[in-house]
């Protein structure tokens, strides 16, 4: 069967014959030709263009597969078409693949998939049960497709208007490759809205399940896959939370943005001395308190509810300096317009963060967002430094772990920065 056909405007071929799969809506070939204010668009809140104008006669329906060119007619392969969306077309192949998206299709990704995860991380993923990132999305050749597996459960986000209308092909193919318990929908991402899907959140295959058990680094957390942030744990954090150990042990922890623990409950049993561990949210902070009974880590925890932003004008929360700060705050912005303004609130709460340890004391510092540059994010980490008036070494350089490929052509899949940094 013959596809749809999309062309794009002239010139506009390149990013995406060196490899990133996205076409955004302005780049589609028109009547007149982009003018010199059409570039790629950013971030996917600034909305979809209005007009229709300028799509190939008889435009493909929203989902739909479509055959990719260039303007001079070359193939680009073939991807799921959005009318509305900033991002026009998301491609699923090369120049040279056709595409059938049926199970098998399916079923060959995320198995490919779940082999790198496999070589990477060992096969041992199910026994204890650990937590993976089994599909990231145009990483793994699933355009906005994330599945996380916590041992049998496995809990999936579609993003896109393709994606959704082919979800059940989707359970299929993950029953199909990974036999597991349950299959949980959170379908409650902020990206929905702008491709116009709607918000579903539930079990939609096998048992009724809420909390699973993860078991990471040694250490059991109990993790809420529907109600909980995200799919219910950050699985980005999984290295970053042992590469601080080292810096826990016999110190004063101040673990900022702690969610349900995960620094926290890895610095007590590295044999911190105290852990204050701060958030806004009062289901997380509940979740550190049990998690670390579960672990039989308590001693010398406290919680603190509180908006790190506030707090970042005073003096150390509890009055005493620390020797280990943590601060993992969530994403400043999701778009490039975001920028300067999360830019002044990293440096804020870095800068809050420096001033708050004591001599030779170490900050970890995370920045979630894409947006924000490695080259950018060192700058505001020095700029704070020099606020504060101290000096730093950079101990520690980390990215997202191996289940969270970055595509190279892709900067939208390269997002996460974690530094140590020691006062000199
Ligand atoms: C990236 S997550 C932190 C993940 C956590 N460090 C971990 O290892 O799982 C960001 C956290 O910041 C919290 N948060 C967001 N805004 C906040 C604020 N203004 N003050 C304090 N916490 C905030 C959220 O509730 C969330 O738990």
Known sequence: MSLPQLHLASGRHKRLEAGHPWVFSNEIKSGKEPGPRDGPRDGLRDGPRDEEEGRDAGAPEGGALVALRRADGKSLGVGLYHPHSLIAVRLLSGASRDVTLDQAFFVERIAAAHKRRERALGKDQTEPPAGVRVVHGESDGLPGVVVDRYGEVLVVQVACLGMEQRREVLYDALEEVFSPRAIVERNDTVWRTQEGLDERVGVVRGEVVSEVVLVEHGLRYGVDVLEGQKTGWFLDQRDHRLAIRPYAEGSRVLDLCCYQ??????????????????????????????????????????????????????????????????????????????????????????????????????????????????????????????????????????????????LLAMPETRYLKFYLVQLV
């Open 261 to 406: 623990g995960g620094f926290t409950c890895n610095a007590l049993a590295a044999g911190a001395r105290s852990v204050r561990a701060v958030d806004v949210s009062e289901r997380g902070l509940a979740r550190v308190v049990a998690n670390a009974a579960a672990n039989d880590l308590e001693r010398g925890l406290t919680i603190q509810k509180d908006d790190v932003m506030a707090l970042a004008g005073g003096g150390p929360p509890g009055g005493d300096p620390f020797d280990l700060v943590v601060l993992d705050p969530p994403n400043f912005t999701r778009n490039r317009k975001g920028v300067p303004r999360a830019r002044k609130a990293y440096r804020k709460l870095n800068e809050a963060a420096l001033r708050w340890l004591a001599p030779g004391g170490v900050l970890a510092t995370a920045s979630c967002s894409h947006h924000i540059y490695e080259d950018t994010f060192l700058e505001i980490v020095q700029s704070a430094a020099a606020r504060a008036g101290r000096s730093l070494r950079v101990l520690y350089r980390g990215y997202q772990p191996a289940d969270h490929p970055v």
